[in-house]
């Protein structure tokens, strides 16, 4: 059974920085994607990035450069540091785990996802 944890998140002011961190346990799969999405109520989830076993990290540009992905895939964890918090990036973010390492950008590929964790920025 496939556990992915999220942890970070919190209320921080506008300017500020957050790192959110992810380990995902009970991976069986060989190849695969572990990326982050975050949501605002009622929008749609969005892809803020991912890294695979490759080790390969994309993310969209709208993300750069304040959006940066890392980890080690090989170890299933991933962390999502955002630097220059604005109040825009108020939503809760999800970490996901995907098998194989196409459609790593589309939400709905995704089979295993955490709770989320809440980022609030205040003015």
């Known amino acids: 059974q496939v556990s992915v944890v999220e942890s970070g998140g919190g209320t921080v002011q506008t300017g500020g920085s957050t790192r959110l961190s992810c380990v995902v346990s009970?991976?069986?799969?060989?190849?695969?994607?572990l990326a982050w999405f975050r949501q605002v109520p009622g929008k749609e989830r969005e892809w803020v990035g991912h890294?695979?076993?490759?080790?390969?990290?994309r993310s969209p540009d709208s993300m750069k450069p304040r959006f940066k992905i890392s980890g080690d895939a090989a170890k299933n964890t991933v962390a999502l540091q955002i630097d220059n918090l604005q109040p825009e990036d108020t939503a809760t973010y999800y970490c996901?785990?995907?098998?194989?390492?196409?459609?790593?950008?589309?939400?709905?590929?995704?089979?295993?996802w955490g709770q989320g964790t809440q980022v609030t920025v205040s003015s």
């Open positions: 996901a785990l995907k098998e194989f390492m196409t459609g790593c950008s589309i939400t709905k590929f995704y089979s295993d």
């Open positions: 009970g991976n069986t799969f060989r190849y695969y994607c």
């Open positions: 890294i695979d076993t490759d080790e390969d990290i």
